[in-house]
T-cell receptor, first 113, second 113 residues
Framework: DAGITQSPRHKVTETGTPVTLRCHQT?????MYWYRQDPGHGLRLIHY???????DKGEVSDGYSVSRSKTEDFLLTLESATSSQTSVYFC????????????FGQGTRLTVV | DQQVKQNSPSLSVQEGRISILNCDYT??????FLWYKKYPAEGPTFLIS?????DKNEDGRFTVFLNKSAKHLSLHIVPSQPGDSAVYFC????????????FGRGTSLIVHP
């Protein structure tokens, strides 16, 4: 199994508060991604990283920011959480550069009340 | 605008029969296609992939077929087993780019004993 750890696994937070989700990998892979999964929408890309300090926006990036100061860590921040950001968040890493078999973490269930 | 479409939200199959899950894509730049399987409360796991230079790839009970002219791929599971009950996501990507898989909305497969 790819070494990907997401923390926390579950979180309940109040509207308007900042929240940071962490993705940690032990595989030294270059590419890391944050997706959110919602019923009827599948997996949608929020942000991705193609190296340390190299990040870019995905399909649903509004309200989210990311940082990657080390190869192994990719942080997703909700600056001011809203109820529409209640979701399951998945981090993924790219296994090999020439292929796109991304490997996923176990997910973080975030509830914004 | 969805670039990867899974038009069947759910599929029910009898154990031992064939399961056929379908996926259509609109972006002609996609050249690598993947299927992921997801159980509840777990992250998606890679199942099988196919490059655009092939039209078929087999791995045990799983076969993926690609019809580039129709921009259509399908996943065949033969024989289906109750343990195959899960949500299946189709994904597509462009090689040489940021290796970002774009996902469909998923098909929930239920295999009845």
């Amino acid at each position: 199994d790819a070494g990907i750890t997401q923390s926390p696994r579950h979180k309940v937070t109040e509207t308007g508060t900042p929240v940071t989700l962490r993705c940690h990998q032990t595989e030294n892979h270059r590419y890391m991604y944050w997706y959110r999964q919602d019923p009827g929408h599948g997996l949608r890309l929020i942000h991705y990283s193609y190296g340390v300090k190299d990040t870019d926006k995905g399909e649903v990036s509004d309200g989210y920011s990311v940082s990657r100061s080390k190869t192994e860590d990719f942080l997703l921040t909700l600056e001011s959480a809203t109820s529409s950001q209640t979701s399951v968040y998945f981090c993924a890493i790219n296994h090999r550069q020439e292929r796109t078999e991304a490997f996923f973490g176990q997910g973080t269930r975030l509830t914004v009340v | 605008d969805q670039q990867v479409k899974q038009n069947s939200p759910s599929l029910s199959v009898q154990e031992g029969r064939i399961s056929i899950l379908n996926c259509d894509y609109t972006n002609s730049m996609f050249d690598y296609f993947l299927w992921y399987k997801k159980y509840p409360a777990e992250g998606p796991t890679f199942l099988i992939s196919i490059s655009s230079i092939k039209d078929k790839n087999e791995d045990g009970r799983f076969t993926v077929f690609l019809n580039k002219s129709a921009k259509h791929l399908s996943l065949h599971i033969v024989p289906s087993q109750p343990g195959d009950s899960a949500v299946y996501f189709c994904a597509a990507s462009v090689s040489g780019g940021s290796y970002i898989p774009t996902f469909g909305r998923g098909t929930s497969l239920i295999v009845h004993p």
